[in-house]
């Protein structure tokens, strides 16, 4: 049996005619999701840190990691930017966006990178001070999403979302 699994293996085992698939290089994959927000969202307006905008109160953020491979893409209030860019320290109340506005925005951003099937549902968010965060599992993401809940919102008030971002999920 041990024979017959070794000589399976020699066979499908990568040999110099055929080398192991290597990842794009840093530069192509950094750059092919960069293009692909500013398709989307338009020229970066900090492309330092990969900004782009979405809304008057609204910007995506792309992070990579140290290979140049994609880790997140996240929609966030400019506020949270305020620290390098004052000027959008005047739009602290960013609101929410409804449902309608958010879930066209992750059709827009699977047009970017993929997060893939569904895999698992949260089933209770995890509630901090007035947003509550679900974390959904997706082929190949986490798409952890920020609703807005008070005590003032209707019991059964349509979804708001504060924000939400996408964790990529890698494979070396």
Not at 50 to 68: M, P, Q
Request: aromatic share 10%; charged share 20%; proline share 5%.
């Amino acid at each position: 049996m041990m024979i017959l699994i070794l000589s399976f293996l020699a066979l499908v085992a990568p040999t110099p005619s055929q080398p192991t698939p290597a990842h794009a290089s840093t530069k192509t994959d950094r750059e092919t999701v960069v293009k692909a927000c500013a398709a989307e969202f338009g020229p970066a307006i900090d492309g330092q840190n990969n900004l782009f905008e979405v809304s008057r109160y609204y910007l995506l953020e792309a992070k990579f990691d140290n290979s140049g491979q994609l880790t997140q893409l996240g929609v966030l209030p400019k506020h949270l930017f305020a620290d390098k860019h004052p000027e959008w320290n005047e739009t602290s109340d960013a609101g929410e966006l409804s449902w309608a506005e958010y879930s066209k925005l992750l059709w827009r951003i699977e047009s970017i990178q993929s997060k893939g099937h569904l895999v698992r549902r949260a089933k209770w968010p995890v509630v901090k001070g007035t947003t509550a965060t679900r974390r959904d599992t997706y082929a190949r993401a986490v798409l952890a999403t920020s609703d807005v809940v008070n005590s003032g919102r209707a019991k059964n008030a349509p979804r708001a979302i504060k924000y939400f971002v996408l964790y990529f999920t890698t494979t070396k």
